[in-house]
Protein backbone atom coordinates (compact mmCIF):
# COMPACT_ATOMS: atom_id res chain seq x y z
CA UNK A 1 0.00 0.00 0.00
CA UNK A 2 1.29 3.68 -0.94
CA UNK A 3 -0.35 6.93 0.22
CA UNK A 4 0.00 10.32 -1.71
CA UNK A 5 -0.85 13.73 -0.86
CA UNK A 6 -1.46 16.19 -3.81
CA UNK A 7 0.15 18.99 -3.18
CA UNK A 8 -2.45 20.85 -5.26
CA UNK A 9 -5.09 19.81 -3.13
CA UNK A 10 -3.63 20.06 0.36
CA UNK A 11 -4.16 23.08 1.96
CA UNK A 12 -2.58 22.31 5.20
CA UNK A 13 -4.76 21.35 7.55
CA UNK A 14 -2.38 18.70 8.91
CA UNK A 15 -4.73 16.27 9.85
CA UNK A 16 -2.65 13.70 8.07
CA UNK A 17 0.08 14.62 9.83
CA UNK A 18 -2.16 14.79 13.34
CA UNK A 19 -3.30 11.44 12.54
CA UNK A 20 -0.16 9.35 11.31
CA UNK A 21 2.98 11.30 11.17
CA UNK A 22 4.56 7.72 10.92
CA UNK A 23 2.96 8.03 7.00
CA UNK A 24 2.90 12.44 6.72
CA UNK A 25 5.30 14.95 7.59
CA UNK A 26 4.54 18.44 7.07
CA UNK A 27 6.86 21.65 5.25
CA UNK A 28 7.69 24.86 6.90
CA UNK A 29 4.56 26.43 5.63
CA UNK A 30 2.26 23.51 6.75
CA UNK A 31 1.94 22.06 3.84
CA UNK A 32 1.46 18.11 3.94
CA UNK A 33 3.70 15.46 1.90
CA UNK A 34 4.21 11.49 2.27
CA UNK A 35 6.89 10.45 3.70
CA UNK A 36 9.49 8.70 1.25
CA UNK A 37 8.02 7.12 -1.21
CA UNK A 38 4.81 6.98 0.35
CA UNK A 39 5.28 3.29 1.19
CA UNK A 40 2.97 1.63 4.19
CA UNK A 41 5.42 -0.01 6.65
CA UNK A 42 2.99 -3.16 7.50
CA UNK A 43 0.39 -2.60 10.40
CA UNK A 44 -0.20 1.14 9.11
CA UNK A 45 -2.91 0.68 6.82
CA UNK A 46 -5.21 1.43 9.31
CA UNK A 47 -3.80 4.79 9.80
CA UNK A 48 -2.91 5.45 6.16
CA UNK A 49 -7.05 5.11 5.67
CA UNK A 50 -7.66 6.82 8.95
CA UNK A 51 -5.56 10.17 7.61
CA UNK A 52 -7.72 9.86 4.26
CA UNK A 53 -10.85 9.88 5.49
CA UNK A 54 -10.17 13.05 7.84
CA UNK A 55 -9.05 15.25 4.97
CA UNK A 56 -11.21 17.67 4.19
CA UNK A 57 -9.90 18.64 0.79
CA UNK A 58 -9.34 14.73 -0.16
CA UNK A 59 -6.07 15.48 -1.31
CA UNK A 60 -4.51 12.30 0.09
CA UNK A 61 -5.46 8.99 -2.72
CA UNK A 62 -4.19 5.38 -1.16
CA UNK A 63 -2.87 2.98 -4.36
CA UNK A 64 -3.52 -0.52 -3.16
CA UNK A 65 -1.45 -3.83 -4.08
CA UNK A 66 -2.80 -7.12 -4.80
CA UNK B 1 -25.86 38.79 23.83
CA UNK B 2 -28.08 39.35 20.45
CA UNK B 3 -27.28 42.84 18.51
CA UNK B 4 -27.99 45.54 20.82
CA UNK B 5 -29.69 47.76 17.83
CA UNK B 6 -32.66 46.21 17.48
CA UNK B 7 -33.16 43.97 14.94
CA UNK B 8 -36.82 43.84 13.15
CA UNK B 9 -38.36 39.88 13.46
CA UNK B 10 -37.77 37.69 11.06
CA UNK B 11 -40.36 36.55 8.73
CA UNK B 12 -39.59 34.38 6.69
CA UNK B 13 -36.05 32.08 6.93
CA UNK B 14 -36.46 31.35 4.02
CA UNK B 15 -36.81 34.92 2.26
CA UNK B 16 -35.67 37.23 5.42
CA UNK B 17 -32.84 35.64 7.04
CA UNK B 18 -30.81 37.76 9.33
CA UNK B 19 -28.22 35.86 11.32
CA UNK B 20 -28.27 38.23 14.28
CA UNK B 21 -31.76 37.30 15.26
CA UNK B 22 -32.06 36.35 18.63
CA UNK B 23 -34.05 32.47 17.07
CA UNK B 24 -30.26 32.06 15.25
CA UNK B 25 -28.19 33.06 17.87
CA UNK B 26 -30.60 30.55 20.03
CA UNK B 27 -30.21 27.61 17.65
CA UNK B 28 -29.36 28.12 14.24
CA UNK B 29 -29.10 23.77 13.64
CA UNK B 30 -32.90 23.66 12.98
CA UNK B 31 -33.10 26.73 11.00
CA UNK B 32 -30.44 25.58 8.42
CA UNK B 33 -31.61 21.92 8.33
CA UNK B 34 -35.34 23.22 7.40
CA UNK B 35 -33.24 25.19 5.03
CA UNK B 36 -31.28 22.35 3.06
CA UNK B 37 -34.93 20.51 2.77
CA UNK B 38 -36.51 23.48 1.84
CA UNK B 39 -34.61 26.03 0.18
CA UNK B 40 -31.38 25.20 -0.31
CA UNK B 41 -29.61 28.52 -1.14
CA UNK B 42 -32.26 31.03 0.75
CA UNK B 43 -31.91 34.81 0.08
CA UNK B 44 -32.52 37.97 2.26
CA UNK B 45 -32.83 41.66 1.31
CA UNK B 46 -31.47 42.49 4.62
CA UNK B 47 -27.86 44.25 4.60
CA UNK B 48 -28.55 44.71 0.74
CA UNK B 49 -29.05 41.72 -0.23
CA UNK B 50 -27.62 38.54 1.27
CA UNK B 51 -27.57 34.74 0.03
CA UNK B 52 -27.40 32.06 2.20
CA UNK B 53 -25.96 27.81 0.66
CA UNK B 54 -27.06 25.30 3.34
CA UNK B 55 -25.71 21.95 1.95
CA UNK B 56 -22.24 21.25 1.83
CA UNK B 57 -21.68 20.64 -1.20
CA UNK B 58 -23.09 24.41 -2.53
CA UNK B 59 -20.86 25.87 0.78
CA UNK B 60 -17.67 24.01 -0.79
CA UNK B 61 -18.13 25.02 -4.09
CA UNK B 62 -18.39 28.75 -3.20
CA UNK B 63 -15.24 28.21 -1.40
CA UNK B 64 -13.42 26.74 -4.52
CA UNK B 65 -14.82 29.73 -6.57
CA UNK B 66 -12.59 32.41 -6.11
CA UNK B 67 -13.34 33.97 -9.62
CA UNK B 68 -16.90 34.56 -8.41
CA UNK B 69 -16.65 34.78 -4.86
CA UNK B 70 -14.61 37.31 -3.76
CA UNK B 71 -13.40 37.45 -0.04
CA UNK B 72 -12.50 41.35 -0.18
CA UNK B 73 -15.40 41.80 2.90
CA UNK B 74 -15.97 38.76 4.86
CA UNK B 75 -17.71 39.98 7.67
CA UNK B 76 -21.58 40.59 6.99
CA UNK B 77 -22.66 44.04 8.00
CA UNK B 78 -24.55 47.35 7.39
CA UNK B 79 -21.46 48.20 5.41
CA UNK B 80 -22.39 47.49 1.74
CA UNK B 81 -19.97 45.77 0.09
CA UNK B 82 -18.44 47.92 -2.80
CA UNK B 83 -17.32 51.30 -1.55
CA UNK B 84 -13.85 51.33 0.05
CA UNK B 85 -13.42 47.64 -0.94
CA UNK B 86 -9.82 47.14 -1.99
CA UNK B 87 -9.50 43.65 -4.05
CA UNK B 88 -7.10 41.46 -4.41
CA UNK B 89 -5.52 42.87 -0.99
CA UNK B 90 -8.92 43.92 1.00
CA UNK B 91 -8.70 45.37 4.54
CA UNK B 92 -7.29 42.12 6.43
CA UNK B 93 -4.56 40.75 4.15
CA UNK B 94 -4.90 37.35 3.62
CA UNK B 95 -8.36 36.48 5.20
CA UNK B 96 -9.60 39.41 2.93
CA UNK B 97 -7.46 38.72 -0.17
CA UNK B 98 -8.18 36.96 -3.51
CA UNK B 99 -5.28 35.27 -6.06
CA UNK B 100 -2.99 36.54 -6.98
CA UNK B 101 -2.18 38.52 -4.12
CA UNK B 102 -3.62 35.90 -1.54
CA UNK B 103 -0.62 33.38 -1.84
CA UNK B 104 1.94 35.88 -1.54
CA UNK B 105 0.50 37.58 1.83
CA UNK B 106 -0.71 33.97 3.20
CA UNK B 107 3.14 32.49 2.85
CA UNK B 108 4.42 35.46 5.08
CA UNK B 109 2.37 33.63 7.66
CA UNK B 110 2.14 30.23 7.67
CA UNK B 111 5.39 29.47 8.90
CA UNK B 112 4.81 31.13 12.29
CA UNK B 113 1.40 28.94 12.57
CA UNK B 114 2.51 25.78 10.85
CA UNK B 115 2.36 23.09 13.38
CA UNK B 116 6.14 22.78 14.79
CA UNK B 117 5.77 26.03 15.94
CA UNK B 118 2.51 25.82 17.19
CA UNK B 119 4.06 22.73 19.31
CA UNK B 120 6.16 24.35 21.02
CA UNK B 121 3.63 27.03 22.68
CA UNK B 122 1.80 24.12 24.33
CA UNK B 123 3.99 24.34 27.36
CA UNK B 124 2.83 27.68 28.26
CA UNK B 125 -0.94 27.48 27.06
CA UNK B 126 -1.46 24.64 29.23
CA UNK B 127 0.41 26.66 32.31
CA UNK B 128 -2.47 29.37 31.57
CA UNK B 129 -4.99 26.72 31.60
CA UNK B 130 -4.06 25.43 35.06
CA UNK B 131 -3.71 28.69 36.52
CA UNK B 132 -7.21 29.79 35.66
CA UNK B 133 -8.86 26.71 37.16
CA UNK B 134 -6.96 27.28 40.16
CA UNK B 135 -8.45 30.33 40.72
CA UNK B 136 -12.06 28.73 40.46
CA UNK B 137 -11.93 25.40 41.10
CA UNK B 138 -12.58 25.73 45.17
CA UNK B 139 -15.62 27.88 44.68
CA UNK B 140 -17.65 24.66 43.35
CA UNK B 141 -18.80 27.16 40.32
CA UNK B 142 -17.53 28.89 37.72
CA UNK B 143 -18.54 30.93 34.03
CA UNK B 144 -16.81 28.59 31.94
CA UNK B 145 -16.83 31.21 29.40
CA UNK B 146 -16.01 34.42 30.95
CA UNK B 147 -14.01 32.98 33.82
CA UNK B 148 -12.14 30.35 31.71
CA UNK B 149 -12.50 29.91 27.52
CA UNK B 150 -12.32 33.78 26.98
CA UNK B 151 -8.91 34.37 28.62
CA UNK B 152 -6.95 31.51 26.38
CA UNK B 153 -6.73 32.50 22.82
CA UNK B 154 -6.59 36.23 24.18
CA UNK B 155 -3.44 35.84 25.64
CA UNK B 156 -1.77 33.51 23.49
CA UNK B 157 -2.58 35.42 20.62
CA UNK B 158 -1.48 39.18 22.45
CA UNK B 159 1.64 37.45 23.46
CA UNK B 160 2.40 36.21 19.67
CA UNK B 161 1.81 39.76 18.60
CA UNK B 162 3.38 41.36 21.86
CA UNK B 163 0.89 43.05 22.95
CA UNK B 164 0.39 44.39 26.60
CA UNK B 165 -1.71 41.64 27.95
CA UNK B 166 -3.66 44.34 30.09
CA UNK B 167 -5.05 45.32 26.89
CA UNK B 168 -7.16 42.21 26.43
CA UNK B 169 -10.72 43.79 27.68
CA UNK B 170 -10.38 46.49 25.05
CA UNK B 171 -9.45 43.43 22.34
CA UNK B 172 -12.56 41.72 23.00
CA UNK B 173 -14.70 45.16 23.17
CA UNK B 174 -12.93 45.43 19.29
CA UNK B 175 -13.89 41.72 18.69
CA UNK B 176 -17.41 42.31 19.93
CA UNK B 177 -18.24 45.59 18.04
CA UNK B 178 -16.20 44.36 14.71
CA UNK B 179 -17.94 41.04 14.67
CA UNK B 180 -21.12 40.38 16.53
CA UNK B 181 -22.31 44.02 16.49
CA UNK B 182 -23.10 43.88 13.03
CA UNK B 183 -26.30 45.60 12.71
CA UNK B 184 -25.07 48.72 14.59
CA UNK B 185 -25.07 51.71 12.15
CA UNK B 186 -22.24 52.53 10.00
CA UNK B 187 -21.15 55.06 11.59
CA UNK B 188 -20.99 53.48 15.03
CA UNK B 189 -19.15 50.94 13.08
CA UNK B 190 -16.60 52.62 11.67
CA UNK B 191 -15.48 55.03 15.05
CA UNK B 192 -15.04 51.61 16.59
CA UNK B 193 -12.96 50.76 14.05
CA UNK B 194 -10.83 53.91 13.82
CA UNK B 195 -10.76 53.44 17.81
CA UNK B 196 -9.14 49.87 17.13
CA UNK B 197 -6.80 50.94 14.00
CA UNK B 198 -5.28 53.84 16.40
CA UNK B 199 -4.01 51.27 19.00
CA UNK B 200 -2.31 49.54 15.94
CA UNK B 201 -0.93 52.41 14.84
CA UNK B 202 0.60 53.05 18.67
CA UNK B 203 1.41 49.31 18.85
CA UNK B 204 3.47 49.81 15.53
CA UNK B 205 5.12 52.93 16.33
CA UNK B 206 6.49 50.99 19.39
CA UNK B 207 7.49 47.84 17.87
CA UNK B 208 9.12 50.47 15.05
CA UNK B 209 11.51 52.08 17.60
CA UNK B 210 11.98 49.14 19.79
CA UNK B 211 11.94 45.41 17.50
CA UNK B 212 11.72 42.39 19.31
CA UNK B 213 10.77 39.18 18.74
CA UNK B 214 7.34 38.79 17.97
CA UNK B 215 4.72 38.72 14.55
CA UNK B 216 4.43 42.55 14.75
CA UNK B 217 8.14 42.98 14.91
CA UNK B 218 8.27 40.11 12.10
CA UNK B 219 5.81 41.92 9.96
CA UNK B 220 7.31 44.97 10.49
CA UNK B 221 10.59 43.28 8.56
CA UNK B 222 8.93 41.17 5.84
CA UNK B 223 9.40 41.92 2.81
CA UNK B 224 7.38 41.25 -0.55
CA UNK B 225 9.80 41.14 -4.13
CA UNK B 226 12.09 42.99 -2.26
CA UNK B 227 9.74 45.89 -0.50
CA UNK B 228 8.40 46.05 2.79
CA UNK B 229 4.99 45.42 3.59
CA UNK B 230 2.68 48.78 3.35
CA UNK B 231 1.68 50.21 6.65
CA UNK B 232 -2.16 49.50 5.70
CA UNK B 233 -1.17 45.83 4.84
CA UNK B 234 0.88 45.34 8.59
CA UNK B 235 -2.23 47.07 10.33
CA UNK B 236 -4.69 45.27 8.28
CA UNK B 237 -2.80 41.60 9.17
CA UNK B 238 -2.56 42.11 12.74
CA UNK B 239 -6.68 43.21 12.26
CA UNK B 240 -7.10 40.14 11.14
CA UNK B 241 -4.56 38.30 13.80
CA UNK B 242 -5.97 39.86 16.76
CA UNK B 243 -9.71 39.65 15.88
CA UNK B 244 -10.03 36.40 14.09
CA UNK B 245 -7.93 34.51 16.87
CA UNK B 246 -10.06 35.41 20.24
CA UNK B 247 -13.72 35.13 19.50
CA UNK B 248 -13.56 32.03 17.44
CA UNK B 249 -11.29 29.59 19.95
CA UNK B 250 -12.66 31.09 22.79
CA UNK B 251 -16.06 30.30 21.24
CA UNK B 252 -15.11 26.53 20.59
CA UNK B 253 -13.48 26.02 24.13
CA UNK B 254 -16.99 27.04 25.41
CA UNK B 255 -19.32 25.07 23.00
CA UNK B 256 -17.46 21.86 23.80
CA UNK B 257 -17.74 22.10 27.81
CA UNK B 258 -21.37 23.23 27.24
CA UNK B 259 -21.91 19.92 25.34
CA UNK B 260 -20.05 17.72 27.93
CA UNK B 261 -21.89 19.73 31.29
CA UNK B 262 -25.18 17.80 29.41
CA UNK B 263 -23.79 14.71 28.33
CA UNK B 264 -22.69 12.63 31.55
CA UNK B 265 -21.60 9.56 29.33
CA UNK B 266 -19.58 11.42 27.05
CA UNK B 267 -17.96 12.90 30.40
CA UNK B 268 -17.51 9.65 31.63
CA UNK B 269 -15.89 8.24 28.69
CA UNK B 270 -13.29 10.78 28.67
CA UNK B 271 -12.14 10.39 32.03
CA UNK B 272 -11.60 6.86 31.41
CA UNK B 273 -10.03 7.08 27.81
CA UNK B 274 -8.15 10.49 27.87
CA UNK B 275 -6.64 9.21 24.21
CA UNK B 276 -10.06 9.96 22.88
CA UNK B 277 -9.80 13.54 23.69
CA UNK B 278 -8.22 14.67 20.48
CA UNK B 279 -10.89 12.74 18.13
CA UNK B 280 -13.74 14.36 20.40
CA UNK B 281 -12.64 17.92 19.82
CA UNK B 282 -12.66 17.04 15.81
CA UNK B 283 -16.19 16.15 16.72
CA UNK B 284 -17.08 19.20 18.95
CA UNK B 285 -15.31 21.34 15.81
CA UNK B 286 -17.81 19.41 13.60
CA UNK B 287 -20.99 19.99 15.56
CA UNK B 288 -20.40 23.13 17.00
CA UNK B 289 -18.33 24.84 14.67
CA UNK B 290 -17.66 28.27 15.34
CA UNK B 291 -17.44 30.31 12.23
CA UNK B 292 -19.27 31.27 9.55
CA UNK B 293 -17.76 33.06 6.76
CA UNK B 294 -18.92 35.49 3.90
CA UNK B 295 -18.36 36.11 0.53
CA UNK B 296 -19.59 38.63 -1.92
CA UNK B 297 -20.28 37.89 -5.07
CA UNK B 298 -17.61 39.20 -7.97
CA UNK B 299 -19.87 37.82 -10.96
CA UNK B 300 -23.02 37.21 -12.06
CA UNK B 301 -23.51 33.51 -11.23
CA UNK B 302 -25.31 30.10 -10.40
CA UNK B 303 -24.91 28.28 -7.34
CA UNK B 304 -26.96 25.01 -6.54
CA UNK B 305 -29.00 26.08 -9.33
CA UNK B 306 -30.25 29.27 -7.89
CA UNK B 307 -29.36 32.54 -10.10
CA UNK B 308 -26.50 34.64 -7.11
CA UNK B 309 -25.64 38.63 -8.39
CA UNK B 310 -23.21 40.36 -8.74
CA UNK B 311 -22.24 43.12 -5.69
CA UNK B 312 -24.80 40.61 -3.23
CA UNK B 313 -23.36 39.27 0.14
CA UNK B 314 -23.11 35.63 0.77
CA UNK B 315 -22.91 34.04 3.84
CA UNK B 316 -20.82 30.63 4.45
CA UNK B 317 -22.02 28.55 6.88
CA UNK B 318 -19.28 26.08 7.29
CA UNK B 319 -21.25 25.11 10.95
CA UNK B 320 -24.25 24.34 8.17
CA UNK B 321 -22.13 22.84 6.08
CA UNK B 322 -21.25 20.08 9.06
CA UNK B 323 -24.32 19.59 9.89
CA UNK B 324 -25.70 18.58 6.11
CA UNK B 325 -26.73 14.38 6.08
CA UNK B 326 -25.81 14.25 2.71
CA UNK B 327 -21.88 14.55 3.98
CA UNK B 328 -22.31 13.26 7.01
CA UNK B 329 -23.85 10.11 8.63
CA UNK B 330 -25.83 10.63 11.54
CA UNK B 331 -24.78 14.51 11.00
CA UNK B 332 -27.09 15.66 14.01
CA UNK B 333 -25.87 13.14 16.40
CA UNK B 334 -22.72 14.54 18.90
CA UNK B 335 -20.39 11.30 18.34
CA UNK B 336 -17.07 12.04 20.22
CA UNK B 337 -15.27 8.78 18.65
CA UNK B 338 -16.11 9.16 15.19
CA UNK B 339 -13.00 8.44 13.51
CA UNK B 340 -13.87 9.81 9.65
CA UNK B 341 -14.46 13.59 10.08
CA UNK B 342 -14.00 16.14 6.98
CA UNK B 343 -15.53 18.71 8.54
CA UNK B 344 -15.01 22.19 7.13
CA UNK B 345 -14.88 23.94 10.58
CA UNK B 346 -11.50 25.61 9.12
CA UNK B 347 -13.23 26.23 6.20
CA UNK B 348 -12.22 24.70 2.94
CA UNK B 349 -9.85 26.10 -0.07
CA UNK B 350 -7.52 28.43 -0.19
CA UNK B 351 -8.34 30.57 2.94
CA UNK B 352 -8.37 27.33 5.44
CA UNK B 353 -7.94 28.71 8.72
CA UNK B 354 -4.65 29.89 9.14
CA UNK B 355 -5.00 29.57 12.83
CA UNK B 356 -6.14 26.45 12.94
CA UNK B 357 -2.87 24.58 14.44
CA UNK B 358 -2.89 26.92 17.07
CA UNK B 359 -6.74 27.21 17.99
CA UNK B 360 -6.72 23.10 17.53
CA UNK B 361 -3.93 23.10 20.34
CA UNK B 362 -5.95 25.90 22.22
CA UNK B 363 -9.05 24.15 22.39
CA UNK B 364 -7.65 20.22 23.34
CA UNK B 365 -5.10 21.77 26.33
CA UNK B 366 -8.23 23.76 27.22
CA UNK B 367 -10.60 20.64 27.23
CA UNK B 368 -7.95 18.60 28.88
CA UNK B 369 -6.89 20.88 31.87
CA UNK B 370 -9.99 21.35 32.76
CA UNK B 371 -11.36 17.99 32.87
CA UNK B 372 -8.30 16.61 34.62
CA UNK B 373 -9.25 19.05 37.15
CA UNK B 374 -12.98 19.06 36.52
CA UNK B 375 -14.80 15.90 35.32
CA UNK B 376 -18.10 16.29 36.34
CA UNK B 377 -19.88 19.12 36.07
CA UNK B 378 -22.96 20.35 35.03
CA UNK B 379 -24.92 23.21 33.67
CA UNK B 380 -25.93 25.12 36.89
CA UNK B 381 -28.87 27.14 34.89
CA UNK B 382 -29.54 26.45 31.01
CA UNK B 383 -31.57 29.76 30.91
CA UNK B 384 -28.69 31.79 32.03
CA UNK B 385 -26.52 30.26 29.11
CA UNK B 386 -26.12 33.12 25.95
CA UNK B 387 -24.84 33.08 22.42
CA UNK B 388 -22.73 35.34 20.96
CA UNK B 389 -24.65 36.71 17.66
CA UNK B 390 -22.72 37.25 14.14
CA UNK B 391 -20.78 34.82 12.52
CA UNK B 392 -18.78 33.75 14.84
CA UNK B 393 -21.01 31.46 17.59
CA UNK B 394 -20.34 30.14 20.83
CA UNK B 395 -21.33 30.42 24.40
CA UNK B 396 -20.47 33.78 26.51
CA UNK B 397 -21.79 33.03 29.77
CA UNK B 398 -21.93 29.79 30.83
CA UNK B 399 -22.20 28.88 34.31
CA UNK B 400 -21.54 25.78 35.19
CA UNK B 401 -21.59 23.49 39.06
CA UNK B 402 -18.73 21.21 39.49
CA UNK B 403 -20.32 17.91 40.94
CA UNK B 404 -16.30 16.39 41.71
CA UNK B 405 -13.11 18.25 41.64
CA UNK B 406 -9.64 16.87 41.80
Excluded at chain 2, 75 to 98: L, M
Excluded at chain 2, 143 to 172: K, N
Excluded at chain 2, 189 to 206: H, K, M, N, S, V
Excluded at chain 2, 258 to 272: I, M, S
Aim: proline share 8%.
Amino acid sequence: MKVHVDADKCQGHNRCYALAPELFDVDDYGNAHEIGDGTVPPGLEDKARLAVANCPEFAITIEEHS
Amino acid sequence: MSSSSGVPPVADWASDFDHTDPGWVGDPFPIWDDLRRTCPVAHSARYGGVYLPTRHDDIAAVAYDTEHFSSCRVVVSTEPPGEGDAPPVGGAPPITSDPPFHAVARRLLLPAFSPKPIDRLEPVTRQLCRSLVDEFVGDGRADASAQYAQHIPVTIIAQMLGFPLEDADRFRRWVHEALEDVAAPPEVRQEAFLELEGYLDAQIDEHEASPREDLTSFLLDARIDGQPLGREHVRGTMVLLLLAGIDTTWSAIGASLWHLAQHPHDRARLEAEPELLPTACEEFLRAYAPVTMARVVAHDTELGGVPVQAGQWLLLPFPAANRDPEAFERAGEVLIDRAENRHAAFGLGIHRCLGSNLARMELRVAVEEWLRRIPDFELEDAAAVTWSAGQVRGPRHLPLRFLRTA
